[in-house]
């Protein structure tokens, strides 16, 4: 399966983006998820999903982001909303058809800055 992020930019304080990854392939049986990366620090989980759409998101987004899926378009996404400066990172999807574990698809990573 190829994952394709997109939907990342430049975004004030206090706005709104939805990133989007579609995948080449059927998406029903995959859990997923967006981790993002500031360079210098560790990829971090930021929400995850699981077949059944039972949802996980880091504390640092909790009532901010919301993680869905369609399996239909086998695209997943994230809204981000009243995104802050420390939401700035290079956002990355990823996908497994294992129960639990990590993740063996990855997308190329979109980048999303949110200027103060």
């Known amino acids: 399966v190829q994952l394709q992020a997109s939907g990342g930019g430049l975004v004030q304080a206090g706005g709104s983006l939805r990133l989007s990854c579609a995948a080449s392939g059927t998406i029903s049986r995959l859990r997923m998820a967006w981790y993002r990366q500031v360079p210098g620090k560790e990829r971090e989980l930021v929400a995850r999903?699981?077949?059944?759409?039972?949802?996980t998101y880091a504390d640092s987004v909790k009532g901010r982001f919301t993680i869905s899926r369609d399996n239909v378009k086998n695209t997943m996404y994230l809204q981000m909303n009243s995104l802050k400066t420390e939401d700035t990172a290079v956002y990355y999807c990823?996908?497994?058809?294992?129960?639990?574990?990590?993740?063996?698809?990855w997308g190329q990573g979109t980048q999303v800055t949110v200027s103060s």
């Open positions: 999903i699981s077949t059944s759409a039972t949802t």
């Open positions: 990823a996908a497994d058809p294992t129960l639990w574990g990590g993740y063996s698809y």
